[in-house]
Nanobody, 125 residues
Framework: QVQLAESGGGLVQAGDSLRLSCAAS????????LGWFRQAPGTEREFVAA????????YYGNSVKGRFTISRDNAKNTVYLQMNSLKPEDTAVYYC??????????????????WGQGTQVTVSS
């Protein structure tokens, strides 16, 4: 069992940067692949980024590639999402995700094993 707690959301202007954090708790949290999804009002949840348990193989959704960077610190059981050059269309609730085994498709909702409660990011124009 893993519990995920996001922080760092807020209101920023277009072009600004923001860093989200997600603390994973649980005895085996460091062995999980971790990632982020987001959901804007009236839309489906969208894959943002994910990273393997050892910090390798970061993978990004097309809409954030080149602007967002995912990283993790296993000593702190924390995954980060550095978001640069933010756009109004990045406005959404951002959810931290955990995958408890290898072979998961990080981009698929049905392959996510654990979800955080979400943190709101609002980008004004």
């Amino acid at each position: 069992q893993v519990q995920l707690a996001e922080s760092g959301g807020g209101l920023v202007q277009a072009g600004d940067s923001l860093r989200l954090s997600c603390a994973a708790s649980g005895r085996t949290a460091s062995s999980y692949d971790l990632g982020w999804f987001r959901q804007a009002p009236g839309t489906e949840r969208e894959f943002v980024a994910a990273i393997s348990w050892n910090g390798g193989s970061p993978y990004y959704g097309n809409s954030v590639k080149g602007r967002f960077t995912i990283s993790r610190d296993n000593a702190k059981n924390t995954v980060y999402l550095q978001m640069n050059s933010l756009k109004p269309e990045d406005t959404a609730v951002y959810y931290c995700t955990a995958y408890k085994s290898t072979g998961r498709d990080w981009t698929k909702l049905y392959d996510v094993d654990y979800w955080g409660q979400g943190t709101q990011v609002t980008v004004s124009s």
